[in-house]
Nanobody, 126 residues
Framework: QVQLVESGGGLVQAGGSLRLSCAAS????????MGWFRQAPGKEREFVAA????????YYEDSVKGRFTISRDNAKNTVYLQMDTLKPDDTAVYYC???????????????????WGQGTQVTVSS
């Protein structure tokens, strides 16, 4: 079983930045693809970004390309989401997720992920 704990959310003005972290338990973190998703009030959970096990392949939802950067530090069992030039539309609860299939490609599909964190709130004021 893998436990994921997100941190780094908060309130920020439009145009500002936040860095989210997701710390994972377990010995096989370096073999998992990881993803970030978000859910705004009244909306479906949506894909934000994903990274493969090595960190060499990354994927982004179109609206965050050029503004968000996903990265990972396998030595620290942590995945990050650097969010720059934030917009009010980025306001949501952000979740990290892990795919327990070892060494699989990262996916934008929520159903591919097996473990989820509890989420961290990001609020962007205009």
């Amino acid at each position: 079983q893998v436990q994921l704990v997100e941190s780094g959310g908060g309130l920020v003005q439009a145009g500002g930045s936040l860095r989210l972290s997701c710390a994972a338990s377990g010995r096989t973190f370096s073999a998992y693809a990881m993803g970030w998703f978000r859910q705004a009030p009244g909306k479906e959970r949506e894909f934000v970004a994903a990274i493969n096990y090595s960190g060499y392949s990354t994927y982004y939802e179109d609206s965050v390309k050029g503004r968000f950067t996903i990265s990972r530090d396998n030595a620290k069992n942590t995945v990050y989401l650097q969010m720059d030039t934030l917009k009010p539309d980025d306001t949501a609860v952000y979740y990290c997720a892990a795919d327990r299939n070892l060494y699989w490609a990262a996916s934008a599909v929520a159903g591919q992920y097996d473990y989820w964190g509890q989420g961290t709130q990001v609020t962007v004021s205009s």
